[in-house]
């Protein structure tokens, strides 16, 4: 064999074969060719070009024609390549042909139609047989002509749309619009390149491949036993955060197969589904992999989408759909064995971590600072790596911050179309609040940083078909700090919040709404974030009795958030002014409530104090204790109050003094509709921009 290595020697050694042929065809040509003298023979590729192309064969080609008898060079061809084969080698063009089923015949004509590729001499010498200087492919009929079969013979299915070369797009057939024998074969860059060495992957299907991490999650095993036993297509049903795709690499590999691994969420809409299948199918085939794809729901909501889907299922390598809904037996005539995919649990999540980090620690515990997120081995993998990059960035050892920075980084963009995403920074010594109220806190994250050991590994969960979220209500008046609670939870969590514009949720039209809301948590499935509806009750109110069509649908909507919430993984918080206006129905649902009362002197005394910044001059006349005392108001009044009163001393270019706090304090009073008496004002009441004027 050549020094090019067994399997480009093998494939040189065709081609000598083909090219002994090409130079038959030549001298047949010039035998019955009765105008040998005329001046523009072959478009200008004249005789005596043909001639130097043979002659400078051993000078600028791979190869040299065969000295010998054709069949006995070909018969000490394939015994070299039996040779090669059975010490290992990997020759491509053999391997091509068994796994497309090709027979000796499709092997020809498809080296001749590769021929142009891969030595320029052919495109001259094709031209001249073609006797037009334009055409440098093969046509079919001089395909057909140079592998020996008769142009009317039954060979010619060999070139037709449902044939193995043509249907597993090895090869093209050009120029509709000619008649079939003049059409033109193109080898596709793929195939030509993978015969070479190359196993690049098509630029199509490369655009949509994700890498698939291998780990031991699921039911690898019994999936691995069905693939090994003959099944071809398997449907792996997976819920929000499943392991389908390391489930489905794990057991793939195992089988001493590589993985085809596609995202079907990101193939675009004016992207062709039934040209990237067939492209996948051959990739598969070209490099013998299985095919994971999914989600399927990303395209079968589409026109084309099922076809495309019965495509894959139809595909000669092993397939593996995954996806949420349940399977449409409409999207394939073959049976597919359906598994059900899991969540890594919490034990198999510490041991991606544990990997991925390879002892990258530095003493703090990498599955206590990530327990909160429920992220798929990819992700995990991915985590890591943004963690380290992170960390790398600004010169810091890795730390569980950057652990959960990148953990965040692997929510999708989806849920941000559709809420506003706030990155929390306030912590708990920020949060003024009544001790019942922290401590109700603190065991909302802990129910977070808990669920999987209550609920899995003690076995609270199983009788269950709940979801394993955490649902909160906040309820209290406006300003008493609900938000702002919700902000402390997320960044104990290290997650980010999602603030749901119940502009863009309640819709006027009719079963309008239950759709923007069903977008919202199946997004929400998606992410590792905290859910913050604010007025709730605009979603949640009472079912009221029936009187009119409105009502009937009003309640059908309530029914089915409530049915929604329930199977919500996430962590949900629901604030409220007007506890009693929520459905009680609802209220047996939530996991906890937290109520936010006004605060008291001391609260209020401490909100004054933190608002006020400590940048912020300020004049020796303030008196805290007085305007905590006498101002029942809430904290978001305080805060309005400080930024007014801050404003007022700077346009007259001062530090911040107590008759800015009072006049700031009138305003807000006249904003909420409150009179401004002398008896709560006391002997501030003449700093008053109205002085002795009560009314609001």
């Not at 990101?266 to 794809?293: K, W």
């Not at 890594?344 to 600072?369: C, I, K, M, Y």
Request: negative net charge; hydrophobic residues 45%; contains cysteine.
């Amino acid at each position: 064999m050549s020094e090019a290595g067994p399997s480009t020697a093998h494939l040189v050694g065709r081609l000598r074969i083909i090219e002994a042929r090409v130079r038959q065809a030549v001298a047949r040509r010039r035998s019955e060719d009765p105008e040998l003298d005329d001046r523009f023979r072959g478009l200008y590729i004249s005789d005596a070009d043909v001639d130097r192309i043979f002659a400078s064969t051993s000078e600028q080609a791979w190869f040299e024609p065969p000295d010998a008898d054709a069949a006995a060079f070909r018969a000490e061809l394939e015994a070299q390549a039996d040779l090669a084969e059975a010490a290992g080698a990997d020759l491509r063009l053999r391997r091509l042909a068994r796994s497309f089923s090709l027979d000796d015949a499709d092997i020809e004509l498809l080296l001749v139609a590769l021929a142009p590729d891969l030595d320029p001499r052919f495109e001259r010498l094709y031209a001249y047989l073609h006797d037009d200087v334009s055409r440098r492919r093969a046509s079919a009929g001089l395909a057909l002509e140079l592998c020996g079969a008769p142009l009317a013979s039954v060979e010619r299915r060999r070139l037709g749309p449902t044939s193995a070369l043509v249907a597993d797009r090895l090869l093209t057939v050009e120029d509709d619009e000619r008649p079939f024998l003049t059409r033109s074969l193109r080898v596709p860059d793929r195939v030509a390149s993978h015969l070479l060495g190359d196993d690049t992957p098509d630029p199509m299907v490369e655009a949509v491949l994700v890498p698939s991490a291998v780990a031991e999650v699921g039911d690898a095993a019994s999936l691995e036993k069905a693939l090994a036993g003959g099944v071809t297509l398997v449907y792996l049903r997976e819920p929000p955060g499943g392991a389908a795709l390391s489930m489905a690499a794990t057991a793939l590999s195992h089988l001493g197969m590589p993985v085809l691994a596609l995202d079907l969420a990101r193939v675009g809409a004016q992207d062709d589904l039934n040209e990237l299948v067939g492209r996948t199918s051959r990739e598969a085939r070209l490099v013998g992999a299985g095919i994971v794809a999914g989600p399927v729901e990303a395209i079968t909501e589409r026109g084309p989408g099922s076809a495309a889907v019965r495509a894959l299922t139809e595909c000669r390598s092993p397939v593996v759909l995954i996806g949420s809904q349940t399977w449409d037996p409409q999207w394939s005539r073959a049976t597919a064995l359906m598994l059900d995919a899991l969540v890594p649990s919490a034990a198999q999540r510490a041991r991606l971590w544990e990997n991925a980090l390879d002892g990258d620690t530095d003493g703090f515990d990498p599955v206590s600072a990530t327990s909160q997120f429920r992220l798929n081995p990819e992700q995990v993998w991915k985590a890591a790596h943004s963690a380290r990059l992170l960390a790398d960035a600004k010169s810091e050892p890795l730390a569980p911050g950057h652990l959960q920075a990148g953990a965040r980084a692997q929510n999708g963009a989806g849920l941000e179309r559709l809420a506003r995403r706030i990155a929390p920074k306030v912590e708990w010594e920020d949060l003024v609040l009544t001790h019942q109220g922290v401590t109700q806190l603190r065991e909302i994250v802990a129910r977070i940083r808990h669920r999987e050991r209550v609920l899995d590994d003690w076995g609270m969960g199983r009788r269950s078909s709940k979801g394993h979220g955490v649902k909160v209500l906040f309820a209290g008046d406006s300003g008493t700090g609900k938000t702002i609670s919700a902000e402390v939870v997320a960044h104990e969590l290290g997650l980010d919040l999602y603030v749901i514009d119940l502009a863009t949720v309640v819709d006027k039209y009719i079963g309008e709404t239950e759709k923007n809301l069903d977008r919202i948590f199946s997004e929400a499935d998606q992410v590792n974030g905290v859910l913050l509806f604010d007025e709730a009750d605009a979603l949640f109110g009472k079912r009221s009795d029936v009187k009119d069509a409105h009502d009937r649908y009003a309640n059908v909507e309530v029914a089915y958030l409530l049915q929604r919430m329930e199977s919500f993984d996430g962590l949900a918080i629901l604030t409220t002014n007007l506890r009693s206006n929520l459905d009680d129905a609802f209220l047996r649902r939530l996991d906890a409530i937290v109520d936010f009362p006004m605060p008291e002197d001391d609260d209020r005394r401490r909100l004054w104090v933190q608002h006020m910044a400590p940048g912020l001059p300020q004049a020796g006349d303030i008196d805290l204790d007085f305007l905590a005392r006498a101002f029942r108001i809430s904290g978001g009044n305080i805060r309005n109050i400080v930024f007014g009163a801050a404003y007022l001393a700077a346009s007259d270019n001062r530090p911040l003094g107590m008759v800015d706090l009072v006049r700031a304090t009138e305003r807000e009073y006249r904003k909420l509709g409150h009179l401004c008496l002398e008896s709560e004002f006391g002997r501030y009441f003449g700093m008053l921009s109205l002085s002795g004027n009560g009314a609001p």
